[in-house]
């Protein structure tokens, strides 16, 4: 049945939003460019929240006279705030990840004789400009003004020439994806479509699809055509000396196939500030659905009117939560987190709802919005509780589309793109995403059909098993040794793969135990004590273990610090992920000699700089010493602390990559004063907020507000609270209690409560 606390979703959260909420421009506290460099691969373009559709200035590849491109450096993004070199707007991208993909289908305005090749009509530009939904620079080569926004899978550009010869152009050769080859068909004087290949994220191979694309153009041009790059017999790269040429197709109106193509449009006589708009549809599915998509997004619409709607999507979306107090760049760095929070998970399916099926060549078609983009290794361990929380509607399309996509292919998604399983990363992550979901009321999807596919990955022998391939011996012994996945020890993630299983079993045993599967649940609840085998008294921390059930010798448990290379640890050391058991933090304690011993250790960490703020093993370690009471102050301490030091406005304002959304909804959640710290689990960590008051609307209309009561910044911790209007002197609070109470206050003080 479904959840009553869900009948208001939707329209009624957004009518519960207040007539003061309303007026706020919330907008205006968000920086675009926060994380355009530090490798934090965010982007300025413009999207609408949880969009399909993104532009994004391109400016990753060089010129002939600076070859610094994404070519010859390992690109992510379109985009890098240093970078000056703009060679088109990119059309569906992705923002925060360490892979690149999509980036493609590049349109530029340039004036003069027509130049296909991009290394040459390439420009640098100035006067950017970016907002939620809009964004808008110079090129200086032209003096071209070039303007984008968005709706949820269609694009706008606006280009205002000065006097004289000008040219649109989209560009289908070049871009951020693995994949080549394209397909571009003139449909009308103004009207093209198509479509390109994409795919091979983090080197899988068979993780490839098509986009499918509508192109228009608002004036009929004086000339338009095709090109095609031709290179010699054995020239692959653009670089090559003499690589090749470009070839115009000035009379030929069918369609054009290969991997270094395009389509443009001449203007003669263009007067003095006169403007050319291109308007984008895309589809994962067809041609056919881009162009409805096309049709039914921006009929009878100008660009300011897209402009204007995107807008508003963004402050309604970011005005469900508002804060008071705080210093300005608080309330950017709050709000600029909240943005990039809301970008992925993004739509799939097209406006008659049809979809491309997982790992399937067939069509889908739901009647709720299909998401994609689940970077689930990332994104399990806070951005779907902030969903939950705050956007509820959709987390619950979004478990939704993860449980269909177990329908259509048999497992749920571990990173998934776009219909295809890229296999990146470790873990069974899905299953605490479902778990958490269901635990704080979102129920209104088949649960049957979500344990069915949870039970499955947990159960199925490895040599059947994509979730899980090491099972085998997780299940025969407790852990993973070295070796038995990758064969080669520098490569092997043996311990982290461990870890994430523990915790997708523990969220899993819940569930079982829920159903009346008692023996199953406590069989998971056995394997998720299974971290107790990789604790070294010898080095303090968990260390590998080899088949024969020895700890690996010799062993240096700083070793993997900067994303070196060390066995048994994936993108860290073992201080990274020693206190990865959110699930048995007093267990794990024990195991190393009691509370003091483990506090010790904990903030050995951070004293000694182990702690790694830019990924995601150790994010939630600071939120560890509020398990253990008169250490909530080291908390409320190193949270404040890590937020002042790794989060600001500035481009390089967040640490490292953003990783869809999942680095900044850790920083919303600290400054709001409370963090989900187990995944599966559906209780909070309070904290000390950096705001006074913070209001957030949720699904049943109610509003939960924290307040915080300080006479200077210097305050920081937490002398008392009270929840719902009674004292309250636990730290970890479950969900439900959170809501129902309905309200925080807390008195804060410079000195810690110890």
């Keep these: 049945m479904p959840n009553p606390r869900l009948y208001l979703l939707g329209a009624a959260l957004a009518a519960a939003v207040t007539c003061q909420a309303q007026a706020e421009d919330y907008t205006r506290w968000v920086n675009p460019f926060v994380g355009t460099t530090n490798y934090g691969t965010t982007n300025p373009g413009a999207i609408v929240p949880n969009g399909m559709m993104s532009v994004v200035p391109f400016n990753v590849m060089g010129s002939e006279t600076n070859r610094y491109d994404k070519d010859s450096r390992w690109w992510s993004t379109p985009y890098e705030i240093n970078n000056k070199f703009f060679t088109g707007y990119a059309h569906v991208n992705l923002s925060g990840v360490g892979c690149p993909e999509l980036g493609s289908l590049l349109t530029i305005s340039t004036t ?79 009207e093209i479509e198509g479509s390109k290949l994409m795919g091979t994220f983090c080197y899988n191979p068979q993780a490839v699809f098509p986009i499918y694309f509508v192109m228009r153009v608002s004036r009929k041009p004086d000339a338009s055509g095709y090109w095609k790059m031709q290179r010699p017999m054995g020239v692959e790269s653009a670089w090559d000396k003499d690589a090749g040429n470009y070839k115009l197709y000035t009379r030929y109106g069918r369609e054009l196939s290969g991997d270094d193509i395009g389509y443009w449009f001449t203007y003669d006589d263009l007067k003095e500030g006169e403007q050319v708009e291109v308007r984008m549809g895309v589809s994962f599915v067809s041609i056919a659905n881009a162009r409805e998509n096309l049709d039914k997004e921006q009929q009878g619409l100008t660009f300011d009117d897209i402009r204007s709607a995107a807008t508003k999507k963004w402050n309604d979306d970011l005005g469900r939560i508002r804060v008071k107090g705080g210093t300005e760049e608080q309330k950017r760095v709050f ?124 159960t199925t022998p490895g040599a059947l098993n994509p979730m899980r391939p090491d099972i085998d011996p997780y299940i025969e012994k407790g852990y993973v040794p070295l070796g038995f996945y990758a064969g080669d020890m520098s490569g092997d993630n043996s311990v982290s793969h461990a870890l994430e299983y523990y915790v997708a079993d523990n969220a899993l045993a819940w569930m079982a135990e829920e159903r009346g599967d008692k023996e199953f649940a406590a069989e998971l609840r056995k394997r998720a004590a299974g971290y107790k085998n990789y604790y070294s008294k010898e080095s303090g921390t968990l260390r590998p273990l080899k088949a024969d059930g020895t700890f690996l010798t010799p062993f240096n448990p700083r070793q993997g610090e900067n994303f070196e290379e060390v066995p048994g640890f994936h993108e860290g050391s073992a201080w990274n992920y020693t206190f990865f058991v959110p699930h048995d933090v007093e267990g794990l304690a024990k195991l190393m000699g009691g509370k003091r011993q483990f506090v010790d250790k904990l903030q050995k960490v951070f004293d000694e700089g182990l702690y790694d703020p830019a990924n995601e093993p150790d994010i939630a370690y600071p939120y560890l010493f509020s398990r253990f009471g008169g250490e909530e102050w080291r908390t409320q301490r190193e949270v404040n602390r890590l937020l002042d030091k790794h989060f600001t406005s500035k481009p390089d304002g967040i640490p490292g990559n953003d990783d869809t959304g999942t680095m900044s909804a850790w920083a919303v959640f600290s400054m709001m004063g409370f963090y989900p710290d187990c995944p599966g689990e559906p209780f909070y960590t309070l904290t000390t907020p950096v705001f006074d008051e913070v209001e957030i609307d949720l699904a049943d209309g109610k509003t939960l507000t924290i307040e915080a009561e300080r006479t200077s910044p210097d305050d920081i911790y937490i002398s008392s609270m009270e929840l719902g209007g009674k004292p309250l002197k636990k730290y970890r609070v479950s969900h439900d209690e959170l809501l129902n109470g309905g309200r925080v206050d807390m008195k804060l003080s410079s000195r810690p409560r110890k």
């Design 112 to 190: 003069g004789d027509l130049e296909p090749d991009y290394r040459k009509y390439g420009s640098a530009y100035k006067d950017e400009t970016a907002v939620p939904g809009y964004y808008s620079n110079r090129l200086e080569k032209y003096d071209i003004l070039t303007e984008v926004t968005a709706t949820a899978r269609t694009s706008a550009e606006r280009y205002t020439f000065p006097a004289g010869k000008g040219n649109i152009l989209i560009n289908l050769g070049e871009g951020l994806t693995n994949e080549s080859g394209a397909t571009v068909r003139r449909v009308s004087d103004t």
């Design 335 to 458: 709000y600029t987190g909240l943005y990039h929070a809301l970008i992925h998970p993004n739509l799939l399916s097209d406006v008659n709802g049809e979809y491309p099926l997982m790992e399937n060549s067939g069509t889908g078609k739901a009647d709720y919005d299909r998401y994609t983009v689940f970077s689930l290794w990332d994104t399990y361990r806070n951005l779907h509780q902030l969903m939950t929380l705050v956007y509820p509607e959709r987390q619950l399309d979004m478990v939704k589309s993860m449980v269909d996509m177990s329908k259509e292919w048999n497992w749920l998604p571990k990173w998934e793109l776009y219909g295809r399983e890229t296999f990146t990363m470790e873990g069974d992550p899905a299953l605490p995403v479902i778990v958490d979901t269901w635990r704080k009321g979102i129920t209104d999807f088949d649960i049957d059909a979500a344990y069915a596919a949870m039970k499955r990955s947990a």
